[in-house]
């Protein structure tokens, strides 16, 4: 869900409270998983820093009794053109 371009899935919009934390980005993506996806069993995310967010998704989302990801969808996690340059290469492993 990117609000800055005005595209939103529902269900799926966040409130940062305290700058951006991991477990609102957590239920974004978990909330917007569950709108429309029948059929399909992969999704493209981009986030800034999606090299360090991505790592421990899953095992986030399987620790927690409020959220829920369906082990069949496969995330392929991407850095945005504009954020990429500011990367190490240990960052695309």
């Known amino acids: 869900a990117c609000a800055r371009h005005g595209c939103f899935v529902p269900h799926s919009m966040v409130d940062f409270q305290k700058g951006e934390r991991q477990m609102n980005m957590d239920y974004a993506l978990?909330?917007?998983?569950r709108h429309n996806m029948e059929g399909?069993?992969?999704a493209v995310t981009f986030y800034d820093i999606n090299c360090q967010y991505n790592?421990?998704?899953?095992?986030?989302v399987d620790a927690s009794r409020?959220?829920?990801?369906?082990?069949?969808?496969?995330i392929i996690p991407g850095i945005g053109f504009?954020?990429?340059?500011?990367?190490?290469d240990s960052c695309y492993v």
């Open 30 to 33: 978990c909330e917007a998983a």
């Open 40 to 42: 399909i069993s992969r």
């Open 66 to 74: 409020f959220l829920e990801m369906t082990q069949d969808l496969t």
């Open 55 to 60: 790592k421990y998704f899953r095992t986030r």
């Open 82 to 88: 504009w954020h990429v340059h500011g990367h190490q």
